[in-house]
């Protein structure tokens, strides 16, 4: 078969390979194949084959297009399977408060964190919110992401949560990356609810759920489960509802305190929990059973300046699959970078730049539902393909703190030339 794109002389392509069907477990994380003087093509935006420069020449036509790597390297475009991508309102005047000392609940108590995002995106149009999140997902794309979460949770309101995911969907038909949508509306408790926090419950669990399902504006239904704002009852009864309604499950669960999160996203079988700095032994074993995906967020602990963090080892020892993700957001995580969580990966969760790649690539994909169709570069696969200005892995790992992208494809076809957008 005759390829539409060649891309040649490839110094390190990298990728997993067998795990599109189970994400990467304990010692399998990691588990790399890496071509030294590859070449890869593609045909019909899929990869067709993948191997050493000696055998390329039989994929090549004269309408076959050539793209010379000149000895840099190819990884899968990176899959971030947790962001807070549609929002209005930044907080960088938080800043000072976290240098203060002062803890997220205290910054939250005082009316500033999500609340004065929430007011902000309230008063945002939906065209307001889709080109905030169109310059978001600019970002992502030059640093190599491809495929991305993106969650509601800024409006707390029916109409906003759905004005918020009709922003996301907007926003996807408009730029290559691809999107897929999260329900957040149990992010926080509303101020005009701060003294019925069970008739937000019911608000969610009554109108938001019913109305994202039947304008089917999202896949997963996640919640924040922890102290002082939804209960492990509270996150238990929305979970359920919303499985009832056919959406996938996920969790914020045990970031500031050991709340029992993991337990309850192993419980329900939830596709993935999300933070666990503080998860428990009998967290972590539980969500191993399950085979419940650990989405460990580095960045959000670097902002913070939190010395916590999850218990990789053990997770990694119960055989619990591990992704990683930016937690892009306007207060606690404010990057769109993929390339800085694989930095922030070796250096505060010890993972290798090989685990680091597979828990942002395949089990990422595998977070959010789409590893059958992105995440790895395999036969009959996506395309989604990034080219760095770098001789392999460990050196776009090692060289933090600059973009080291020089060409991004997505589905075949080229979007970054150069470092510049040719969409």
Not at 76 to 88: Q, R
Not at 92 to 115: D, R, V
Not at 384 to 408: E, I, R, T
């Amino acid at each position: 078969m005759l390829a539409d794109l060649l891309v040649t002389n490839i110094g390190e392509l990298a990728t997993t390979v067998g795990y599109s069907q189970r994400p990467q477990r304990g010692q399998e994380l990691g588990d790399l194949a890496f071509y030294q003087d590859a070449f890869l093509a593609v045909k019909d935006g899929r990869v067709i084959a993948v191997g050493a420069m000696s055998e390329a020449s039989r994929y090549q036509g004269p309408d076959t297009k050539v793209l010379d790597a000149a000895g840099k390297t190819v990884l899968p475009g990176f899959v971030d399977p947790h962001t807070h991508l549609v929002f209005a309102g930044w907080r960088e005047k938080e800043l000072a408060m976290k240098l203060a000392g002062k803890p997220y609940l205290e910054i939250l108590a005082a009316g500033y964190g999500i609340l004065s995002t929430v007011q902000a995106t309230r008063s945002a149009s939906r065209d307001e919110l889709v080109q905030g999140a169109l310059k978001s997902l600019d970002r992502m794309l030059l640093h190599g992401t491809t495929t991305v979460e993106a969650k509601s949770g800024y409006g707390l309101t029916t109409e906003s949560e759905l004005k918020q995911l009709e922003a996301a969907q907007q926003a996807g038909r408009l730029h290559p990356v691809d999107i897929v949508s999260t329900f957040l509306g149990a992010h926080a408790i509303p101020p005009e609810y701060k003294d019925y926090p069970e008739a937000f419950v019911n608000l969610v669990i009554e109108e938001m759920l019913p109305a994202v399902a039947d304008q089917k504006l999202a896949t997963f239904c996640d919640v924040f489960c922890e102290e002082g704002v939804f209960s492990i009852e509270q996150s238990r009864r929305i979970l359920q509802a919303a499985r009832q309604l056919g959406f996938k499950l996920k969790l914020h669960a045990d970031e500031l305190v050991p709340l029992g999160g993991a337990q309850l996203a192993a419980e329900l079988q939830a596709t993935s929990a999300d933070h666990l700095l503080y998860a428990s032994q009998e967290g972590i074993e539980a969500m191993a059973t399950a085979g419940v995906v650990a989405v460990l967020l580095p960045g959000t602990s670097f902002t913070l300046r939190s010395a916590q963090r999850p218990n990789v080892a053990a997770m990694l020892t119960a055989g619990v699959p591990i992704a990683l993700a930016t937690d892009f957001n306007p207060g606690t995580c404010p990057t769109e970078s993929m390339q800085m969580v694989l930095t922030l990966a070796w250096q505060s969760l010890g993972l290798t730049p090989a685990q680091a790649l597979a828990a942002s690539t395949i089990n990422a994909a595998h977070a959010i539902g789409v590893a059958d169709r992105v995440g790895s570069l395999e036969l009959g696969k996506a395309a989604d393909f990034v080219v760095y200005d770098a001789p392999n892995l460990d050196f776009v790992a090692y060289h933090f703190g600059v973009n080291l992208v020089q060409h991004v494809f997505k589905g075949g076809q080229q979007v970054v030339a150069d470092g510049h957008f040719c969409y």
